[in-house]
């Protein structure tokens, strides 16, 4: 479901001015003008202060910057912020600012309602009370029912506000021309003494800037988005710092800076008509907090409609034909009228701010993220954007965090990540893409660029299997033993053939691929499923063997299931094919692995714990007892094995002394650093291999292929031995797998070894058998 809900009806949409450009610039234009700004300028001199101002207000160019190039390369829904970082950064950052950006906004209300209510008692000579936090819930009661009305409603309202603070400016802009002083200016341009720390300075001002996204919140209801918002948000900060670095310079120029420090009404006694200057900071207090009265429920609605939380769900309905989110207004009501019977809002002040700063990071980050996965799909038709600026911006908002109050952001920065990690764990299923495949998929290209510049060593070889397999019952089988050995190490890719030809090959091939994806899926599998078709078999067979990969991450072993049953109830064609394609495979390269096991042997398997496990190897000195060795220890990384014992079972030779023996494989497994325990079998053949290994929960055995014909480690016949013992991995390796690499060997060119001297499986048979 999108974040906002298509409406059922025409209703009137806000455009650039009244959606984006008004609720921004009245609530930039805020409390921190009329009654801070003097004091900044007073309590570090006007050169600290300009640079404040443009230090604070960099932070919201950069972030406009980045504002302008997702707004116009996406097409933006309700939400906002939210919608922006869900739709780039995934389901996990979005919510968690959704709620957070929820939160601070609704907080917000209540925050500037009673700085509304204390600035209105003051007028009346009260001062701060009980008085002040009646008028600040009549304040939020009042901007309820606009907000309630609709943003139609609210953004009329707006107007009136947006002529007040105007109208306040110019009365202060008289009053200054008419005191201004270059040489009190001059006078005014360094610090004084016992100035306020640079860092307390900007602390006390960055709030001020922190009202630029407001226009960003009404996404939803806006004509067009994607043009409203970059040009808006501009407009509303350009203007913003235009009219900050006015006012700091008149106040500077009008009066001494021991003043400015002491009188928060500075403005007052500057302006030719000072109830002006009363009326702007009223309406200020108002316009700010109506601002975040619109765009929090927006934001929640977004959320609720995106099913992030389940339990916000009913926040998703709107009302009339605008979608108008009521049932959002009547919880951020809540929690602003909450907020005034607190009252003191010292003590979570800091922390709200840093809430901002933090989704302003994330915005930024967000922007640069998705610029730098090079995806074909971020074409931002705003020009004047490079990536630079949103890396730049996120790492101003990180300074700003630091530097305002490391323990506030800290908490904001915990509090994120752990909404992050709530949302990943529950990890819901959304409908969206977002830019994390993209930027997956460009390292994935970058990494493979890069190894395939590297030569290849012995000491890079990863299982890489390619499972053949078209039984979904026991091809499950084989995807869990692939997960065993390849695990955090290699990759699987699940091959199913679909023989036939005509136009109806392509509609049977989706279907399987759809088929085996959702069967890979349902068995938590991490293979990769490819479903080939073609005329026949076997020819589809060696190309698949030989195309399967790309770059320098090819194929290396084959993977399939043991053909169960006789010649004489498949017959000796079936039994010759089977043999005949894990030869092909082998002839090209490539490593076999065939795997032994019945259902009950599974189910057996599965009631061990790992303790009570053991992994018998019967040993050869050539690639194939490397390679099962090693297969065998990567079993033991998994959690499944961890515990599982491995022993080495090596035939006598003829007049081989056992100690000698024993001793020669311990030292080898010391070299390679593989912890198995070495037995040495007397009289070894078919009737001693079940003797040692029948009681043994798995076990790796080199086999022989010779025209089509399968034979065990003695010579004898597969068919006969396999049915006397547990699970068995049947192996023989193509290429060498060198256990004892030396890293400063040079590398030989491809990991792969030919195969060349066992051409025809003739010497392979000999030589394992």
Known sequence: MDAAAESGGHHAKLGTFAGVFTPSILTILGIILFLRLGFVVGGTGLSSALLIILLANAISVLTSFSVAAVATNLKVKGGGDYYLISRTLGVGFGGAIGIVLFLAQSVSVGFYAVGFGEAVSGLAGAGPGHLSQWIAAAAVL????????????????????????????????????????????????????????????FAIFFP??????????????????????????????GLSVAVYLGVAVLLAGSMPLSFLSVDNAAMNRIAAFAPLIDAGVVAA?????????????????????????????????????????????LLSGAIALGVVAVGNLNLIASVVSMFFLVSYGLLNYATYYEASTNSPSFRPTFRFYHRRLSLAGGLAC??????????????????????????????????????????????????????????????????????????????????????????????????????GSGPGMLERREETLSALGEELAAAGSRAFPLVVTAPELDAAVATVIQSAGIGPVQVNTVLANWIKGSPAVFGHAAVGRYGGNLRTAFRLGRNLLVLDADAAEWAELSRNPSRRRRIDVWWRENRTGEFMLLLAHLMTRHEEWGAATVRILAPREEGEDVEARLDTIRTFLEEVRIRAEPVVVENADADAMVAESEDASFVFMPIGIHAGHFYDLFGGDLGALLPRLQIVAMALAAQDVDLGADPDTAAEGEDAAPAGREADGTAAAEEQA
């Open 142 to 201: 009042g901007l309820f029912a606009l907000a309630w009305a609709g943003a139609d409603w609210a953004s009329r309202f707006q107007y009136v506000v947006m002529a007040l603070i105007f109208a306040a400016l110019v009365s202060f802009g008289v009053g200054a021309a008419g005191l201004f002083d270059v040489q009190t200016a001059a006078a005014n341009w360094g610090p004084p003494d016992g100035a306020l720390a640079f860092w307390a300075a």
């Open 208 to 237: 001020a800037v922190t009202g630029f996204t407001q226009g960003i919140s009404m996404s939803g209801d806006l004509e067009d988005p994607g043009r409203g918002i970059p040009r808006g948000t501009f407009l509303a900060v």
């Open 285 to 329: 207090t108002l316009s700010s907090a109506l601002a975040s009265f619109l765009g929090a429920p927006r934001i929640l609605q977004a959320l609720a409609s995106d099913d992030v939380f389940p339990p916000l769900a009913p926040f998703a309905q709107g009302a009339g034909p605008a979608n108008n989110p009521r049932r959002g207004v």
């Open 398 to 499: 990180l300074g700003a965090v630091l530097a305002i109050d490391v323990a506030a952001g800290l908490v904001a920065l915990a509090v994120v990540y752990g909404i992050y990690r709530y949302i990943m764990v529950k990890s819901p299923a959304v409908g969206w893409s977002d830019s994390r495949r993209s930027h997956h998929l460009r390292r994935a290209r970058s990494h493979l660029l890069a190894a395939a510049r590297e030569a290849s060593h012995p000491r890079d070889w990863r299982p890489q299997f390619l499972l053949f397999s078209a039984d979904s019952r026991r091809r499950a089988r084989l995807l869990r033993f692939a997960e065993w050995v390849a695990g955090d190490t290699g990759l699987t890719t699940a091959v199913q053939i679909v023989e």
